[in-house]
């Protein structure tokens, strides 16, 4: 538990996630919830269990390899746990609150749950810059470029990928 409280303090940009504990077990346990939840949202999106798990498999694999080179070239891999745990449990947290708006959207049809989802969006994308911005010690700007390019690689990247497949 007291893992969980160190990490949700990203979710209101206070911490640091490189001087957060290295839990292998708590980067999996992310993983598989990250994983789960991306498939709920994708199969309720596309209707389509398998052409779903093909775009959340590479979403995933592209999370990872985004982080993986973005630390290659820092010259820091070795604090991959750390920031690839960061990035899920940021996601995931948001996931949260993503949900039941996919649900209220769906159902209703309301432009408040529209509004709702944008604004998690928006959060979502600022969580992926600060992190991005703590773990590479570059500028705002910088990492906002670098999180519009974390979302075009993995989202759009996968989205392409499986049409291809």
Request: aromatic share 20%.
């Amino acid at each position: 538990m007291a893992i969980l409280k160190q990490y949700l303090a990203l979710c209101w940009f206070q911490s640091n996630p490189l001087t957060l504990p290295r839990s292998v077990d708590f980067f999996k346990q992310n993983f598989w919830f990250y994983y789960i939840v991306e498939y709920f949202i994708q199969v309720n999106m596309v209707d389509d269990p398998v052409e779903s798990f093909y775009e959340v498999s590479l979403e995933t694999a592209l999370t990872f390899l985004f982080i993986g080179i973005m630390l290659i070239l820092n010259r820091s891999l070795y604090v991959f746990i750390q920031a690839a745990t960061a990035f899920l449990f940021c996601e995931n947290v948001v996931a949260i609150f993503v949900v039941p708006v996919i649900v209220w959207l769906t159902t209703t049809d309301d432009a408040l749950s529209y509004y709702t989802f944008a604004a998690l969006a928006l959060w979502q994308y600022a969580l992926i810059a600060y992190l991005i911005q703590r773990i590479l010690s570059i500028n705002l700007v910088a990492s906002l470029v670098l999180s519009f390019l974390y979302f075009m690689v993995t989202y759009g990247g996968a989205f392409a990928l499986a049409q291809v497949i």
